[in-house]
């Protein structure tokens, strides 16, 4: 699937680019929150190893902020039961802009060295 970058607030767009390089995870929707709300991007997800690039940039012991997260919706629709979202918790405004910037370079980091696929070669 190609995106429209142009229909994407700038400051989601490193940080969707990269989530859609991560097998198996698509974006569906993204919002900087513009000041006022929380930085979140929507996706959904074809298995549960799919998130481990995410969960380990997310994660405070690997770097992550604190208040980052990636967070499960019940979605009441049969085709898409469950998606995710990213999201900077309570933070709003440019830090999480800069944030996000830093995340997205974390997953790359992660994509790159491969980590996400040995660690679940083993385990499962």
């Known amino acids: 699937m190609i995106l429209n970058f142009k229909k994407i607030d700038k400051e989601c767009r490193s940080l969707v680019r990269i989530l859609n390089k ?3 995870i698509r974006t569906i929707e993204s919002c900087c ?4 709300f929380r930085y979140e ?3 959904v997800s074809k298995t549960i190893n799919n998130l481990y690039a995410i969960a380990r940039c997310v994660d405070i ?3 992550g902020s604190s208040d980052w997260r990636c967070e499960v919706h019940d979605t ?3 085709k898409k039961p469950v998606i995710f979202s990213l999201n900077s918790g309570d933070k709003k405004g440019i830090k999480t802009y800069r944030e996000a910037r830093i995340l997205a370079k974390s ?3 992660v994509l790159k060295s491969g980590i ?4 679940f070669d083993k385990r499962f």
Not at 33 to 36: A, C, E, P, Q, T
Not at 116 to 119: D, G, N, V
């Open 22 to 24: 991560i097998p198996g």
């Open 33 to 36: 929150g513009h000041g006022k």
């Open 41 to 43: 991007i929507f996706f």
């Open 61 to 63: 012991r690997y770097g």
């Open 76 to 78: 009441d629709c049969y």
């Open 107 to 109: 997953i790359r980091k």
């Open 116 to 119: 996400h696929k040995k660690i």
